[in-house]
């Protein structure tokens, strides 16, 4: 929580000076009850006493100023809210080392259930696209708000061929940047890159990453797989050999720190789920500045009468 005017707090002295105040009252008040009579006839001059309630009162008042002072700081806090006219490139590879099976069932497969996960958290209003790419890169579906169409362009993806990231990056930065609203403004936007092994083909994708920082479109880098994945590659004569395919997290974070976004590294089909759950709070939301003084007020009135309604319905039996 914040503060928009925080020199009103330097009031929240006045508080412990009035609990001193108090608390020195109540001493003399003690003294000079023992000055009039001995400790012993008190019961029977004054035999019906408020006692602990006495006090009950003047902590709710002190309460509700505290919170009138805090009230008049303008508390604020940080709530999250949709980002709206926002567009997503989902840029996921499919190259042929997608299909090793060191995470579960395969990688991409856990990519698309974590894809289908990010759909389901993202906004409402969020277009999301998909760029797929493998030695080649293709617009699968431009951004759009209509889930199904991308859930359907994301089940097609069959793993084949070598990695052209930075050609992926390239068709992705083309489509956002043509992004805007009815104002002609371009639209936040910002791409999810999902690979599993370092570029083979086409552009080095560091310099597509110094586009998008040129663009304000951050980069998030996702590299799939461990270092023991392997795939069953045939060879002309009908056999076939093993072929290690670890993931290269070098070079995907590169192109995040480059362009402004963040790198992710996944494991685990459970480990790429949350990160991807964690991107779609981040990129589908942003933090917002709620003043919440309402609130404050409306609590110091409610102590406020509080304590006066228990002040009445306790001290007039004393009458």
Same mark, same amino acid.
């Given at each position: 929580?914040s503060?928009a005017q925080p020199?009103?707090?330097?009031a929240?002295v006045?508080v412990p000076?009035g609990v001193?105040?108090y608390?020195?009252?109540e001493?003399d008040?003690?003294?000079?009850?023992?000055a009039?009579?001995?400790?012993a006839?008190q019961?029977?001059?004054?035999p019906?006493?408020p006692?602990w309630?006495?006090?009950v009162?003047?902590v709710?008042f002190?309460?509700?100023l505290?919170?009138?002072?805090?009230a008049?700081a303008k508390p604020?806090?940080?709530?999250?809210v949709?980002?709206?006219r926002?567009s997503i490139m989902?840029?996921?590879?499919?190259s042929g080392s997608?299909?090793?099976?060191?995470?579960?069932?395969?990688?991409?497969?856990?990519?698309?259930?974590?894809?289908?996960s990010f759909?389901?958290q +993202?906004?409402?209003a969020?277009? +999301?696209? $998909?760029?797929?790419?493998n030695q080649?890169a293709?617009?699968?579906?431009s951004?759009t708000?209509d889930?199904?169409?991308?859930?359907?362009?994301?089940?097609?993806?069959?793993?084949?061929g070598?990695?052209a990231?930075?050609?992926?990056?390239?068709?992705?930065?083309?489509?956002?940047?043509?992004?805007?609203?009815s104002?002609?403004?371009?639209v936040?936007?910002a791409i999810? $890159? $999902?690979s599993?092994?370092a570029?083979v083909r086409?552009?080095?994708?560091?310099e597509?990453?110094?586009?998008?920082k040129?663009?304000k479109?951050p980069?998030?880098t996702?590299?799939l797989?461990?270092?023991?994945?392997t795939?069953?590659v045939k060879?002309?004569n009908?056999?076939?050999r093993?072929v290690? +395919?670890p993931?290269?997290p070098v070079?995907?974070?590169?192109v995040a720190?480059i362009?402004g976004?963040?790198?992710?590294?996944a494991s685990?089909?459970?480990? $790429?789920?949350?990160?991807?759950?964690s991107?779609?709070?981040?990129?589908?939301?942003?933090n917002?500045?709620r003043?919440?003084?309402a609130a404050f007020?409306?609590?110091?009135?409610?102590?406020?009468a509080g304590?006066?309604l228990l002040?009445?319905h306790?001290f007039?039996?004393?009458?």
């Amino acid at each position: 929580m914040s503060f928009a005017q925080p020199l009103f707090l330097v009031a929240l002295v006045l508080v412990p000076l009035g609990v001193f105040a108090y608390v020195r009252h109540e001493r003399d008040r003690r003294a000079a009850a023992a000055a009039f009579a001995a400790p012993a006839l008190q019961a029977s001059v004054v035999p019906r006493r408020p006692g602990w309630r006495r006090h009950v009162p003047l902590v709710a008042f002190a309460l509700a100023l505290t919170v009138l002072i805090l009230a008049l700081a303008k508390p604020q806090t940080t709530v999250a809210v949709p980002v709206e006219r926002a567009s997503i490139m989902l840029t996921t590879d499919y190259s042929g080392s997608m299909q090793a099976t060191d995470v579960p069932p395969t990688r991409l497969q856990a990519a698309r259930d974590a894809a289908y996960s990010f759909l389901d958290q +993202v906004p409402a209003a969020v277009r +999301v696209g $998909l760029v797929a790419f493998n030695q080649s890169a293709r617009l699968a579906e431009s951004p759009t708000t209509d889930r199904a169409a991308v859930r359907s362009a994301i089940g097609a993806l069959q793993p084949s061929g070598g990695t052209a990231t930075g050609e992926a990056l390239a068709v992705s930065l083309g489509v956002l940047a043509r992004q805007t609203d009815s104002d002609g403004v371009r639209v936040p936007s910002a791409i999810i $890159l $999902l690979s599993d092994g370092a570029s083979v083909r086409g552009r080095p994708p560091q310099e597509l990453a110094k586009r998008a920082k040129d663009l304000k479109i951050p980069i998030y880098t996702v590299t799939l797989g461990t270092a023991a994945g392997t795939i069953q590659v045939k060879r002309p004569n009908g056999t076939t050999r093993t072929v290690p +395919v670890p993931p290269d997290p070098v070079e995907s974070s590169e192109v995040a720190q480059i362009s402004g976004g963040r790198a992710y590294t996944a494991s685990t089909a459970k480990n $790429l789920s949350a990160v991807y759950e964690s991107l779609g709070s981040r990129i589908g939301y942003r933090n917002e500045q709620r003043e919440i003084t309402a609130a404050f007020t409306g609590g110091a009135l409610a102590l406020l009468a509080g304590g006066s309604l228990l002040s009445l319905h306790w001290f007039r039996r004393l009458v």
